[in-house]
């Protein structure tokens, strides 16, 4: 178990269960940004340079140690960019009554070695060039903040941050903000909400910040109650339902790092799974999850936080049906589609096809 002692490797591969691999990688640094909020920064080897690619947008989930259940895991967005020459960072803010947040804060020094699952997440443009509307709040300013820098590094278009704040205090990646907006000139224009002198975000109170750049890829990371007035200004100006792309905060109940136990209901099938270019046909059991059937068959499908909440196991049903016991993160359009969450997935049907 990792208790924040520095152990004398750079990265070792573990078996959590049969079929699930995690990576220890060792803490480079650990940056202060605000009174609350720190940067974790990993040192990836490059024999991991594949597993731990990722895209601007994506997170990490991290196994905190426990002495009353073990270990928890949560998940965190990473901060740095991909284009950029960053090493991987994540950025974690203490939270009232979150003990993974405080353990982080308290025992994280540079060689503390942590069980990190590889990237994963959906909150990614599908391109950095265009334009893009950023909405972030508090310590939802992570995951844009690598969109950001990734668009100012690599893209060609307008890129708006529109960060919400209690006071200036506060504000995460202040400095780097000011820097980027200096460098990017009229590419890059930083707005800042702050609560202490405008009161709490309104719908009413975006639009007029909104309205000249409906037209943008338009992304909002934070709590429900901001992104909520985020989607209602959003609305409001004319952007549709799919034009706003959204990161929630949600903690994880479950702990990915540990087997799965069956779940009632679903019938025995044949799955058949086109993953990486390859077509595979599998057994599937009644009662097991979509997911731990390609696990346990030794493909590599992505994954992380097994409770139908972060969407990093996304994929669209091409024949047959399917039951999900939960979803938080897949809209309706996104049903409409196909796209269903293998985690959450048990057979309906004996002939059940899906594509990544």
């Known amino acids: 178990m990792v208790s924040g002692t520095v152990v004398d490797v750079a ?3 573990g078996p959590v269960s049969p079929g699930r691999i995690f990576h220890q990688l060792r803490v480079d640094a650990v940056i202060a940004e605000t009174d609350e909020a720190c940067s ?20 990490l989930t991290l196994r905190i140690p426990s002495e009353r259940d073990g270990s928890v895991a949560r998940c965190y967005s990473l901060s740095s960019s991909p284009v950029t020459g960053d090493k991987h960072a994540v950025t974690v803010k203490r939270t009232a009554g979150g003990y993974a947040s405080h353990w982080i804060g308290d025992n994280v020094r540079p060689g503390t070695v942590l069980d990190v699952l590889p990237p994963a997440g959906l909150f990614t443009p599908a391109s950095l060039d265009g334009d893009f509307l950023l909405f972030a709040a508090g310590s939802g300013i992570t995951p844009v903040m690598s969109i950001l820098k990734s668009a100012v590094a690599a893209g060609r278009g307008r890129i708006v941050l529109i960060y919400a704040n209690r006071d200036e205090n506060s504000i995460i990646f202040g400095t780097a ?7 990017a000139g009229p590419r890059l224009l930083v707005v800042h909400w702050l609560d202490s002198v405008q009161g709490m975000p309104t719908a009413e109170g975006l639009q007029p910040l909104l309205r000249p750049f409906a037209g943008y890829q338009v992304f909002a990371c934070g709590p429900d109650p901001y992104l909520a007035v985020v989607r209602e200004a959003a609305a409001a100006v004319g952007v549709p339902p799919r034009g706003v792309r959204v990161e929630r905060f949600l903690s994880l109940q479950d702990n990915p790092f540990e087997a799965t136990e069956p779940v009632e209901g679903g019938v025995a099938a044949t799955l058949q799974v086109t993953l990486d270019g390859e077509t595979r046909s599998l057994a599937w059991p009644a009662g097991t999850r979509m997911l731990d059937v390609m ?4 493909l590599d499908p992505p994954y992380s936080c097994r409770e139908g909440v972060c969407g ?3 994929c669209q049903l091409t024949g047959g049906k399917v039951e999900m016991a939960h979803n938080e993160v897949l809209e309706d359009a ?23």
């Open 11 to 13: 990265a070792i591969d």
């Open 40 to 59: 974790v920064v990993f040192d990836v080897p490059p024999e991991l340079a594949d597993a731990f690619a990722y895209k601007p947008g994506q997170f």
């Open 177 to 183: 903000l000011r820097e980027l907006a200096a460098g």
């Open 295 to 298: 696990i346990d068959a030794a």
């Open 312 to 314: 990093a196991c996304a």
């Open 334 to 356: 996104d049903l409409a589609d196909g796209y269903i969450l293998a985690c959450q997935s048990v057979a309906l049907t004996p002939d059940v096809s899906i594509s990544y």
